[in-house]
């Protein structure tokens, strides 16, 4: 398969076009818009500055996935993020004040982010599991487990009030 | 239907735009810092290496000598042999080789997940949350759910008749557009298939969000159209529950 490397202005075509997939995958894991931007800031220097070729815009997306998820883990290992939880938590529900909160808003919130990410792609991107599996280079299986356990975790939080299937 | 909430969320959440003019001016701010580093880089790149090729050659004639001096002491003490001997069985006994083997069946106790889970636990906030929850995923209270499986492969094509009446009730019962957010609703029929209590109808519900249509959830609509319910393909089988009957007003 031909490998292509991209020029700067190619590489910020890409960026503004997977901007907003990025954004809401970023804050979907870590639930912050602050945390968000710290995100998605980190994945795009990253791919400005990549000098990697890929294979095809689904490699460039797939990879953009992925680090954002990876960057997405770094920020909760962070010593920082542990010394400040109870401010973003109160900085969500700022933000949360502005919208209408359901008993979605608050059963997402506390997904775990090992399962948002996978949540998020499954009924946001609307991507089949063969897709997610094939994204975050991880086993299908996985890909079902973690989306079944996600789903159980939902259920349990919305009480049944939502139909999942 | 949870598709629909979770998508009116996350659209809530409008990405932050000045970012990326953020981003962009970053990335040139550290292109140009990097070309003028590249010359600090080769010299500090080939400097180090001669300290290190220096480090290594004065660490080599050291030990060289290091080493023939003991020698020269290990002749001179041959008579307090057994006594080095002893000295060197009490240091082993010193180190504490189990203690490292003893965390790992502690932790191995605790924690059975695979080593990816592991390693994301780890690194996350939510570890006991995650562990937790874990233990009800396993049993989860399903007692009143039914679940009912259809075999992909068995769907038919329906016609043009029976598709229309189906979009119609479907837009009579829900509307036009989504009050909420002002998109389009979509219905598309891709068939029907007999199941255990009769023959249902799988369609897709749609937004129309401008330049594509958003998916919003499978469903199957029983031929009598008052059952409604939200399905999921896997592999080659459409599931549903009857927990939740979308027509059910």
């Known amino acids: 398969m031909k490998n292509i490397i991209l020029t700067n202005d190619e590489k910020h075509q890409i960026v503004e076009k997977y901007f907003d997939m990025i954004y809401r995958l970023a804050f979907a894991q870590v639930k912050s818009r602050e945390y968000a931007d710290e995100v998605v800031q980190e994945v795009f220097l990253r791919f400005l500055k990549n000098k990697k070729s890929f294979e095809s815009d689904e490699h460039i997306k797939a990879w953009l996935i992925r680090v954002t998820i990876n960057c997405g883990h770094n920020i909760f290992s962070n010593s920082w993020y542990k010394k400040t939880v109870p401010l973003v938590e109160n900085e969500i529900d700022s933000v949360a004040q502005m919208e209408e909160k359901s008993d979605i808003y608050y059963a997402v919130k506390e997904l775990p982010p090992k399962y948002s990410a996978v949540i998020h792609l499954f009924y946001y991107e609307d991507m089949s599991i063969e897709d997610i599996s094939k994204y975050l280079k991880i086993n299908p299986s996985t890909v079902k487990s973690q989306l079944s356990r996600g789903r159980n975790i939902l259920r349990e939080k919305l009480k049944g009030g939502i139909d999942f299937v | ?249």
């Open chain 2, 1 to 249: 239907m949870f598709r629909k909430k979770y998508k009116e969320l996350i659209d809530q959440t409008e990405p932050n735009r000045e970012l990326l003019n953020k981003i962009f001016e970053k990335a040139k701010t550290e292109n140009k810092q990097s070309t003028k580093s590249k010359l600090y880089k080769f010299t500090a790149r080939y400097g180090a290496v001669l300290a290190a090729v220096f480090i290594l050659s004065v660490s080599a004639v050291i030990y060289t000598q290091l080493n023939y001096s003991d020698q020269t002491l290990i002749v001179k003490n041959k008579s307090n042999d057994e006594e080095i001997i002893l000295k060197n069985e009490f240091d082993t006994e010193d180190v504490d080789i189990t203690a490292g083997q003893e965390e790992n069946v502690k932790y191995g106790e605790t924690n059975d997940l695979t080593k990816e889970e592991t390693v994301q636990n780890q690194s996350s906030e939510h570890y006991s949350y995650a562990e937790k929850n874990r233990t009800a995923s396993v049993e989860p209270d399903l007692s009143e759910i039914k679940e009912n499986k259809a075999i992909i492969s068995n769907l038919e094509s329906s016609s043009e008749d029976e598709n229309q009446l189906i979009y119609s009730m479907l837009k009579d019962y829900f509307g036009e557009i989504d009050l909420e957010t002002g998109n389009q609703f979509i219905f598309d029929i891709a068939g029907k298939f007999q199941s255990e209590d009769g023959q249902y109808y799988l369609g897709r519900w749609l937004w129309n969000v401008g330049d594509h249509n958003s998916l919003l959830c499978e469903f199957v609509i029983k031929s009598n159209l008052f059952e409604m319910y939200e399905c999921f393909i896997e592999n080659d089988y459409i599931i549903w529950t009857n927990s939740n009957n979308l027509l059910k007003n």
